[in-house]
């Protein structure tokens, strides 16, 4: 049985923040980091309804739109380890089977009427939600529609029925919505959005696709952040090399699989480890042995320790700053229109991927948050002050905890303001400026082209 951890809720409602948060004793090492735990939260198994801080704000304050970026959810390993047994995992959707959600059923029943909506290009030839008996490569499980519905109905409670977003009679121009060519980011959006808008009316669905999955769209071309992608794969590979607890692990798994260690490293053990493990399903054996618990700590604590060191060595986060740039001007523009009185796409959904989430997260300064897990959501709430309409903030929310004063670009406002949120101008500012300072450059196109000195 896996006993997953969960925070403690106080009386006020509020998340504490994590042990690991708290400042340690001078005297006494920081605690380590237990790979198991960190696991589980990556995991991020239904269990306990969520608390979040989205729609938190004083009265007098409006809402006036949401963009929502989200990673997939649980999905079937993208590897496999040779010569094992792939894990034993059914992709049909069956509401008596957990985790399960109430509108489970009406979901499956609402997708298979799908047939108007406006699906670009390749998206309409994709499944609507996930249906094998034996996972495909990569296949969103139940797990993953379920930790969507859960999304989906939290933001709905929030967005909707409290601070009345849209209203029922909602347009197709009030919605953005967009997402990667796979199924999964497809059905993972559209589990989200069934709870969202419950049985919304298929002709008013306008998915886009996204071919990129930075979400670069137009502005893909940019030699430099291909080159800091480059070097931070050579930090990567200098750190696994120089891990030799990490050696011995891959050296051992190797002999009882029973094939070259460089060939099972290269399978990516801990994705399909992972699986297992989110599954509660047994790792594999084979004659020779079994891959253990013990394999599987060691190579998530290298994982840990590899996101904590490119924290550090500040390269992911060049490649983040010029990778995420075209996604948050498209996000900056859409939150300046509708400031100025625009209507139309006030509630945005992008389906994306960890390599989506994770660099949006470095690139906005905030070091703290974890790597993103299954069904992770990062949102950007706009709201007007009420008392001086003219005047717009924005407040950012990861997996429900608000962010937004851990950002490079409102940190030092926080300290100055009582108001509970940011300048919608100190975000623009950042996005249209103070990103390509780094670079010594005043442009994306510039900061795209100038080699390090």
């Not at 939260?41 to 007098?60: D, F, K, L, Q």
């Not at 993208?78 to 399960?100: E, F, N, Q, V």
């Not at 347009?171 to 919304?200: C, H, I, N, V, W």
């Not at 060191?309 to 939150?335: C, D, G, I, M, S």
């Amino acid at each position: 049985v896996h006993l997953i951890p969960v925070n403690p809720i106080r009386e006020d409602g509020l998340n504490p923040k994590s042990r690991k948060r708290i400042m340690p004793d001078l005297l006494t090492e920081p605690p380590a980091v237990d790979p198991v735990y960190e696991a589980h939260v990556y995991c991020n198994v239904p269990t306990i309804a969520e608390r979040s801080m989205e729609g938190h704000a004083p009265h007098y304050f409006k809402l006036v739109s949401v963009q929502v970026l989200i990673r997939h959810g649980d999905r079937y390993p993208l590897y496999a380890i040779p010569k094992t047994k792939r894990p034993d995992i059914d992709c049909m959707l069956l509401p008596g089977r957990k985790p399960s959600h109430p509108q489970l059923e009406a979901f499956i029943k609402h997708m298979s009427k799908g047939s108007a909506a406006q699906l670009d290009g390749s998206l309409s030839s994709l499944p609507r939600y996930p249906s094998h008996s034996f996972c495909e490569m990569g296949e969103l499980t139940q797990t993953g529609v379920v930790q969507h519905l859960r999304n989906g109905q939290l933001l709905r409670e929030i967005y909707i029925n409290k601070h009345k977003l849209l209203l029922s009679d909602w347009t197709a121009k009030q919605l953005y919505l967009e997402t990667t060519g796979k199924s999964r980011t497809l059905q993972s959006a559209l589990a989200l959005l069934y709870t969202f808008l419950p049985d919304f009316d298929w002709k008013k669905i306008n998915m886009r696709h996204q071919w990129s999955t930075i979400f670069c769209s137009g502005s893909c071309d940019c030699p430099m952040r291909n080159h800091y992608l480059e070097e931070e794969q050579r930090r990567q590979y200098s750190l696994r090399v120089k891990n030799s607890d990490l050696e011995k692990i891959y050296v051992d798994m190797a002999k009882i699989v029973g094939i070259p260690t460089r060939q099972l490293r290269a399978s990516n053990p801990i994705d399909s480890l992972l699986c297992y493990f989110c599954h509660n399903v047994s790792f594999p054996c084979t004659k020779t042995g079994c891959i253990g618990m013990e394999h599987f700590k060691v190579i998530k604590r290298h994982q840990l320790e590899d996101e904590r060191e490119r924290q550090e060595k500040k390269l992911y986060f060049l490649y983040a700053l010029l990778a995420t740039h075209p996604l948050l001007n498209q996000t900056v523009n859409r939150l300046q229109r509708i400031a100025e009185g625009k209507k139309e796409e006030v509630f945005v959904l992008y389906s994306a991927h960890d390599v989506t989430l994770s660099p949006v997260l470095s690139a906005l300064g905030i070091t703290e948050a974890r790597f993103p897990r299954f069904a992770a959501r990062l949102v950007f709430e706009l709201w007007q002050d009420g008392k001086r309409p003219k005047e717009h903030f924005i407040r950012i929310l990861y997996n429900g905890a608000d962010v937004t004063f851990q950002t490079s670009f409102c940190k030092d406002y926080y300290k100055r303001s009582s108001k509970p949120m940011c300048p919608l101008e100190k975000f623009v500012n950042f996005v249209k400026r103070d990103m390509f300072l780094v670079f010594n450059s005043t442009s994306y196109y510039d900061a795209c082209r100038r080699r390090p000195l």
